[in-house]
């Protein structure tokens, strides 16, 4: 498949709180996250940190709005209404994602 047919699929989970099947599903072993500064390599050190997210908030709507598309590179639009820590948050989050062999090897929140 290609990288947009996969990310149509890994989209449509998202809309539906569909969180960490799709992680599982599409995340490669060796993925990198880039996020706030701070690079987290491998699959299971980001899964815990998707898993805390989850178990620490209470998540309204999480939601891709708007992406496009260059090659292997996804570049989306995150629309997020959470709480956590009794706050709050209402956010748009830039997400660029690299695909390779169906999989999520690079994301970079913006």
Known sequence: MTALENFEILKEGINQSKF?????KFFDENVVMIQNGATIEGKAKNREIQ?????????HEIKIVSFEVNGDTIIYQMLMNFEIGGHVINKTQEVHQTW??????RELYV
């Open 20 to 24: 960490m099947e799709m992680f599982e």
């Open 51 to 59: 898993e805390n997210f989850i178990k620490n908030s209470v998540i």
């Open 100 to 105: 390779e062999n169906d999989k999520v090897i």
